[in-house]
């Protein structure tokens, strides 16, 4: 602002100087002395800037037109209402049937030219589909699924396929999804080559393919987070049908169910030696029934191994930390999957301090529930003498804990808590001692009983429309989170008591191998994942109050 002040200054400067010099050209000086005094006059402010363009470029003509027959030439123009530039042009833009050497692009102002320099074959129809490459200059608005679609011949194919992606875990529509198809006899190139048929997903996870030959296919809808559309990494999520596609009709209501795959190569991504002395391990998968073997380590005394319920990852504590290197063998159902070396220098030290976190939820225990302390460490003692537990400042005695086994860290404190109270535990100093000789320093837990007000009481009663299938039922609270779940084979009613009020959903999993657990899919042996069924009704549970639901399992979902 500094800087246009002093221009001004200076244009008056040179108006006044111009203006006592001569009158001659007074034509001139009368412009002159316009301009200079608009430019005087001009306001000083901040330009104010609209709302933001959120509107990609618009096709406004096309030559020749879109969805043309007995195409001759060697070049497309495509002019749009604005300025554009290409994104990701060569992985993004492609051509059906593919061609050897790709067309040209190149942007002239606000048209797009094409020239083919590769002959086109005869009596054949050709798609340009764009993906996400054409967007605006300033906002990079993209317009989304824009294809050219031309023909050689006097027929133009015209067959489609439309139906909708959904994830496989909550049956939830999918968005930025590409779905795309591979005629069988190139199905080959699955995983290798990135297919030219394709599309992506709406907001409500529609999709739809058009202009598309009568042919058999294999359709496919893959998340990633790259944009080569190449499934090629388990991280990635894949969609696809068990059946080829015969098309020769359009079809509709096709479903895919979006999943990621277990890796099929078992790999410990994550091996270290923490600052405390624990060994942890993280794998890319989860194990079934895991176990470690130590494997030329004879003087390794009972290791304390605890493996999350997942079985994706494992901690470690022994009770000498004392070896060079340790070589660490991880199995699965008693088979080694992979064997890992850890490393440390005998100059290395380990700090501990003994901590421990609680079952309470913003510091309130639920009712008709212990009191349930997990610790940091495994704990080769606790000094009952040296725990207190206060009620309103009145030390109760006689206090006993119960570890949780086979845990080394969880323990349990049961008590007839009451409302009103307000309790304080209190691990005075030495009174924990862990496995490695650690004592605690003075720990302190304030608390209180919940109202039994917040809590209300569910029945879940569920009956089998097919009685030979079993399932597992998980009560599933307005954040997403598992609340409850349970494994069913026949007829029954659930008893939920006691569960906070909210909003909550039954969420049915078809087990079909009857392990418990929701199994994914498997694109090689062309397994899909199994069936979810979400009940259409949102159970909210009210304070103080038993509430009954009735589901019925469909046969089919």
């Given at each position: ?8 200054n ?6 006044n ?6 009158e001659k ?20 402010q901040?330009p104010?800037?609209?709302p933001r363009?959120q509107?990609?470029?618009k ?5 020749p ?12 123009e ?15 833009v ?6 050897e ?10 048209t797009?030219?094409i020239?083919f320099k ?6 054949t129809?050709y798609t340009i ?5 054409i967007q605006?200059?300033n ?19 015209s ?10 875990n909550?049956n939830k ?12 006899s ?18 409500a996870?529609n999709f ?5 030959k ?12 790259g944009a080569d559309r ?20 359009d ?7 979006l999943?990621?795959e277990?890796?099929?190569?078992f ?8 600052n405390?002395?624990k060994i942890?391990?993280n794998f ?10 130590f494997?030329g ?14 079985g994706?990852?494992?901690s ?10 340790l070589?660490v ?5 008693k088979m080694?999957?992979?064997t ?9 030290e ?18 008709q529930?212990p ?5 940091n460490?495994?704990i ?18 006689g ?11 969880k323990?349990?404190l ?16 030495d ?8 004592t ?10 919940d ?12 009956s ?8 597992v ?6 954040k ?24 909550y959903?039954v ?12 199994d994914?899919?498997?694109?090689s042996?062309k ?7 979400i009940f259409d ?11 009954e639901?009735?589901?019925t399992?469909?046969?089919?979902f």
């Amino acid at each position: 602002m500094m800087l246009i002040r002093k221009s001004l200054n200076t244009l008056k400067s040179l108006k006044n100087s111009l203006i006592s010099k001569t009158e001659k050209n007074s034509a001139f000086l009368l412009v002159l002395v316009g301009v200079l005094t608009l430019a005087a006059c001009a306001s000083l402010q901040t330009p104010q800037g609209g709302p933001r363009d959120q509107v990609p470029p618009k096709v406004l003509n096309e030559n020749p037109k879109n969805l043309s027959r007995n195409f001759k030439g060697n070049k497309i123009e495509i002019t749009f209402d604005e300025y554009f530039k290409l994104s990701n042009e060569y992985s993004e833009v492609s051509i059906s049937p593919a061609q050897e050497i790709p067309p040209q692009l190149k942007i002239k102002q606000k048209t797009l030219v094409i020239n083919f320099k590769d002959s086109l074959e005869a009596n054949t129809t050709y798609t340009i589909n764009f993906g996400k490459a054409i967007q605006d200059v300033n906002e990079s608005n993209i317009l989304k699924n824009y294809s050219f679609v031309f023909a050689t011949g006097d027929q133009l194919d015209s067959l489609q396929i439309r139906g909708k992606v959904i994830n496989s875990n909550d049956n939830k529509e999918e968005k930025e999804v590409t779905v795309f198809i591979i005629p069988v006899s190139r199905d080959s190139i699955f995983g290798k080559k990135k297919p030219s048929i394709y599309t992506t997903t709406d907001s409500a996870g529609n999709f739809a393919l058009k202009n598309l030959k009568e042919n058999d296919y294999r359709i496919y809808a893959l998340k990633e987070k790259g944009a080569d559309r190449i499934y090629n990494s388990p991280d990635e999520e894949i969609a696809f049908l068990r059946d080829s596609i015969y098309l020769n009709k359009d079809t509709n209501g096709i479903v895919l169910k979006l999943f990621k795959e277990v890796p099929s190569r078992f790999r410990t991504l994550d091996r270290k030696i923490e600052n405390d002395g624990k060994i942890f391990l993280n794998f890319n998968r989860p194990i079934d029934n895991p176990s470690i073997n130590f494997i030329g380590s004879n003087d390794i005394k009972d290791p304390i191994i605890d493996f999350t319920s997942k079985g994706d990852s494992v901690s470690i504590w022994l009770r000498e930390m004392t070896f060079d290197s340790l070589k660490v063998q991880i199995n699965e159902n008693k088979m080694p999957l992979d064997t890992v070396v850890l490393r440390r220098s005998q100059k290395d030290e380990y700090k501990r301090t003994i901590l421990f976190n609680t079952n309470l939820s913003a510091g309130k225990i639920a009712p008709q529930r212990p009191l349930t302390i997990t610790f940091n460490y495994p704990i080769a003692n606790i000094n009952d003498s040296k725990v207190a537990l206060y009620v309103d400042s009145t030390r109760l005695e006689g206090l006993k804990f119960r570890k949780l086994v086979p845990s080394e860290r969880k323990y349990e404190l049961s008590y007839p808590w009451r409302t009103k109270k307000k309790y304080n535990l209190v691990f005075e100093d030495d009174a924990i001692t862990d496995i490695y000789g650690t004592t605690n320093k003075e720990l302190k837990l304030s608390f209180e009983l919940d109202e039994i007000e917040n809590y209300g009481n569910l029945d879940l009663k569920i009956s089998k429309a097919d009685s030979a299938k079993n399932y597992v039922i998980q009560l599933i609270n307005e954040k997403g989170d598992i609340y409850r779940e349970n494994r069913i084979t026949e007829n029954t009613t659930l008893h939920y008591q006691y569960i906070p009020t909210n909003k909550y959903r039954v969420k049915v999993i078809e087990d079909a191998n009857n392990n418990g657990v929701f199994d994914t899919g498997n694109i090689s042996t062309k397994t899909q994942p199994e069936k979810v069924y979400i009940f259409d009704k949102e159970i909210v549970t009210r304070a103080n109050w038993d509430r009954e639901e009735s589901l019925t399992i469909p046969a089919e979902f």
